[in-house]
């Protein structure tokens, strides 16, 4: 296996001997080696995003919904409890998945439908069988209107995109201006012990423009996607 | 100024009638016009079907033509194109760089030298009718001339401009590309036909006389009314 | 190697001739300029970004050594095993191995085009491995038995009633013509495919050095299903898909969304560091990462051409080539179709034999203005050009070149030429637009412009007295 390695990051070192041109289009010089992170000039070209939790809220709302993503705002506990049942009446729901955290299972407390906990594992059969998934995040990202979660924060990889319907229950604390500042978070909370196997950004239902380039939800991810979002 | 005009080989042999439109309009505006004579093709099909060596000995008479010339202006994106972007190219490393650099530098494509250099939009001009304009690619991308027509022919008395959806899109010419390609540029031709057409326009121009070329020759063939003009035929027009 | 010429261009003239398909895809395309546009007015400057993409990439490619060694430690580290394969042989073997060594028996695949370079599918299939393609457009031409059409929308020359007819022969399912019902019929069958795959194959869009993760973008959801159930993940990653930082895809998720989408952002955009973690709840058990060379390094070699390993596979630039757009995918004959893939497949494939992709444009430019990554690819197919020239002239061209830079560089004698060209005019006419016309390849389709009786060069010796200067 060291073969191939060795052999191939040879033929990279000697075409890189041949002096690289200098970049053709840029109006900027050369690239900084390894530039420091600290700077995020993708910020200046990206959507701009207000500085305040208000502003990002309101600007996570309004893309959230964009992409058909249902958004609930509850001031309690018990208003949040209420929006998952009106769900699953709705959806006639017999199961749901979850994994354990204060929040997922306080909103899931006295809730009508059984409870498969996946925190110690679970059968493949029994989370496909389930009517929907709900997990914590990471964080929200107000320009995307998107969460993004974590192996650890969601109840592992597959919690949040098998069963049909995918609920998301978060802290207004949790809200983040941009990609840039939810990378921020994930080097700051795991840089030093090592990072999860899995990260992901989720930003609406699962969809597809693959016939005709029409757009279609619920491809083979989640059709509906809920975030919920509890003040702190 | 004194101002050297580069008439590329199938205006010359073609389109003659757009050569003097320019000069027309460069004389209207007090400017004295002169024509190198030594000067005979830029050396664009050599150079765009790979052949360098060759393009670089017909450039070489090209840069000789205009070596005693302070500003020399064409009226083909391509053509000027050629000389701006391409000769430093084509002429790295070569005895005849420096040369070569001076005369890119020099050289502009007609509106954008009306435009830019001269700061004119005015020409006192008149044409009467629905004009719908063509950005030649080679114009458009490698010169970055968009808006300089455009501000001209909103100053010809009686003109009026339409837009038209695929403007901005190839008409299929390319140089040799048109021969080689037939089927190809055939189909891109009429679909630039079809926009032209859909926009109700009676006249179709463009800055690039290639382009014209590909375009009224589709028209002709689809017996269509609408009729096809340089830029600086519209721009002399009285 | 004529024939790949001889192919191309009749696939070409048979799409071309297909006035429904193009008016078919142009209809699509439409939708996504909208999207785009709206998508890249958002960004508070796209220019600047294209610029910052492309200044990255740079930094990227011209250090790639550095950042693949960088990625794989980091990504070892967590329990991923990385294969270093030079050919694509080497990396159908490997994967091969993999399925053997641990008695895989059924296999689903997210999209990756990488995979269709190195003809993988057909390795598995002879082997006996079933494999299915999860992501929907890929799906569906896998039950045509076609090749991809699009490198982002594999399916998008299809209608919908013959993706119903194909699903009805294929799947037993009802006719429709609501795309929607359509992708339930595709969900449904794959549901249990992915619960009982064994392996799960996937491509990579970003390979992050700092912190040793590769990153899926898609909005489907297949690419996550794929790589989270089965107790196996294979990623097939080029050797270019590097990004020195975590924080670059802050930009490049973004970029990639709306270049190749017109989306803000796709729906999943997903970062993989490694096998499941002993305090993870699921996941593979292993994760093997296959880095590709195929000739990549060569193109790396050419520093003139470096940049075009910057691309990220968005496939802008095919959504803006007029060649594309009425020659249809397929035409290409060959895995990455458009500007990019007539840029890259001599350097992949042979020169020789894939130079005809580079003459096939009109060197519009619009691809080079598409491009998220400011790869300078119009100029590139000029160079592909003189490059294949200087590497095998073609004799006749060669010949008539050298005597069309002989005759420009003697005005005189070149004018007089012309002179007499003038003489054969009426005799064309004759023969304009028949068999016999040596302009044949114009006068079928357009009208031939005349010679003007005088040339300018002529007129104004007339009128201005014959003194030029």
């Not at chain 1, 991810?221 to 979002?229: A, D, E, F, Q, Y």
Request: charged share 20%.
């Amino acid at each position: 296996m060291s073969d191939g390695k060795e052999i191939i990051l040879r033929h990279i070192r000697e075409a890189l001997r041949e002096n690289p041109a200098p970049h053709p289009h840029s109006s900027h010089p050369h690239a900084p080696q390894g530039g420091g992170s600290s700077e995020h000039p993708q910020r200046e070209w990206l959507p701009k995003v207000g500085e305040t939790l208000g502003e990002q809220i309101a600007l996570f709302a309004s893309q959230s919904e964009a992409l058909k993503t249902e958004f609930h705002r509850c001031a309690t506990q018990q208003a949040a409890r209420e929006v998952f049942s009106r769900l699953a009446a709705e959806g006639g729901w017999k199961k749901v998945a979850t994994h354990s955290t204060p929040d997922t299972l306080a909103l899931l407390e006295g809730c009508a439908p059984s409870i498969l906990k996946t925190d110690n594992g679970y059968q493949i059969d029994d989370l496909e069988s389930c009517d929907a998934g709900v997990t914590g995040c990471e964080c929200l990202v107000a320009q995307t209107g998107g969460i993004m979660i974590s192996a650890p924060s969601a109840g592992g990889r597959a919690l949040s995109v098998l069963p049909p319907h995918h609920i998301v229950i978060a802290r207004t604390s949790q809200m983040r201006p941009d990609l840039t500042a939810a990378f921020e978070l994930i080097q700051q909370r795991y840089g030093a012990n090592g990072f999860p196997s899995f990260l992901s950004f989720i930003t609406g239902p699962s969809r597809t423009g693959d016939i005709e380039r029409i757009l279609v939800l619920g491809a083979h991810g989640p059709k509906r996607l809920t975030v919920i979002l509890l003040e702190n | 100024m004194r101002i050297s005009l580069f008439v590329p080989c199938f205006v010359d042999q073609l389109y003659p009638q757009v050569a003097w439109s320019v000069v027309r309009v460069l004389e209207g505006l007090g400017h004295q016009v002169e024509f190198p004579d030594g000067q005979s093709c830029c050396g664009q099909p050599p150079f765009n079907s790979g052949y360098w060596d060759e393009a670089r000995v017909a450039a070489r008479a090209t840069i000789a033509a205009f070596r005693d010339s302070e500003v020399v202006v064409g009226p083909s994106g391509s053509c000027v194109a050629m000389i701006k972007i391409f000769y430093p190219q084509l002429f790295a490393g070569d005895p005849q760089e420096l040369e070569a650099r001076e005369l890119a530098a020099k050289t502009h494509e007609f509106s954008s030298f009306l435009v830019n250099i001269l700061g004119v939009t005015d020409v006192g001009a008149k044409f009467s009718g629905k004009v719908t304009f063509h950005d030649g690619c080679h114009g458009l991308r490698e010169l970055g001339v968009k808006k300089e027509p455009r501000a001209l022919l909103e100053k010809v008395q009686g003109l009026e401009l339409l837009e038209m959806a695929e403007a901005e899109t190839c008409c299929g010419f390319g140089g040799t590309f048109a021969v080689k390609f037939p089927t190809i540029s055939t189909a891109m031709d009429e679909v630039k036909c079809s926009s032209i057409l859909e926009t109700g326009a009676d006249v179709v121009v463009s800055n690039d006389s290639s382009c014209l070329m590909q375009i009224r020759g589709m028209l002709e063939k689809q017996k269509s009314t609408v009729r096809s003009l340089h830029l600086a035929e519209i721009l002399a027009s009285r | 190697m004529t024939s790949i010429v001889a192919e191309f261009q009749r696939l070409a003239r048979r799409y071309t001739a297909d006035r429904q398909h193009r008016a078919f895809i142009q209809k699509g395309l439409s939708g996504y300029y909208q999207k785009r546009d709206a998508a890249k007015a958002s960004f508070q400057s796209w220019e600047d970004a294209r610029d910052l993409a492309a200044q990255t990439k740079y930094d990227a490619v011209n250090h790639l050594d550095q950042y693949l060694m960088e990625f794989t430690e980091k990504i070892e580290a967590r329990g991923a095993k990385v294969f270093w394969a030079s050919s694509a042989k080497e990396a159908r073997d490997f994967i091969l191995r993999v399925a053997r060594e641990n008695g895989v028996r059924s296999i689903i695949k997210s999209k990756t085009m990488t995979s269709e370079e190195i003809h993988l599918n057909d390795a598995l299939e002879k082997e006996g491995y079933g494999v299915i393609e999860s992501d929907l457009g890929e799906y569906i031409v896998q039950l045509r038995k076609e090749p991809p059409y699009h490198l982002v929308f594999p399916a998008m020359h299809l209608t919908r009633a013959q993706i119903s007819e194909l699903f009805q022969k294929e799947l037993g399912s009802s006719p429709t013509d609501d795309p929607e019902e359509l992708t339930m019929i595709a969900r449904r069958a794959m549901r249990r495919k992915y619960c009982e795959a064994d392996m799960g194959i996937s491509g990579a869009n970003f390979a992050v050095a700092e912190t040793g993760m590769i990153s899926i973008t898609e909005n489907e959801g297949n690419a996550r299903l794929t790589t989270s159930l089965p107790r196996i993940h294979v990623a097939l990653v080029g050797i270019e898909k590097v990004l020195p930082k975590l924080e670059n895809l802050a930009l490049f998720l973004p970029m990639l969304a709306t270049a190749g989408a017109g989306q803000q952002m796709t729906c999943y955009n997903t970062m993989y560091g490694g096998p499941r973690q002993p305090d993870e709840i699921d996941g593979p058990e292993q994760m093997h990462i296959v880095l590709l060379d195929n000739r990549r390094t060569e193109l790396l070699a050419d520093a003139q051409q470096r940049d075009t390993l910057g691309c990220i596979r968005c496939g802008a630039c095919l959504n803006v080539c007029p060649i594309f757009k009425n020659i249809g995918g397929y035409s290409y004959g060959t895995t990455y179709q458009g500007p990019i893939g007539s840029v890259i497949t001599p350097h992949l494939r042979g020169l020789q034999e894939w130079k005809h992709l580079s003459s096939a444009s009109s060197l519009c430019g619009a691809c080079t203005e598409a491009c998220p990554v400011k790869i300078d690819l119009h100029h590139h197919l000029l160079q592909n050009r003189r490059n294949a020239a200087r590497m095998k002239a073609v004799p006749a061209e060669k010949i008539s070149f050298l005597a069309f830079a002989w005759l420009m560089s003697h005005p005189p004698i070149y004018r007089m030429a012309v002179a007499l060209g003038r003489i054969f005019e009426p005799l064309h006419r004759l023969v304009n637009g028949t068999a016999l016309d040596p302009m044949r390849a114009w006068t079928k389709t357009r009208a031939l412009p005349k010679l003007a009786p005088d040339s300018f060069h002529q007129q104004w010796k007339k009128h201005r007295g014959g003194k030029p200067s």
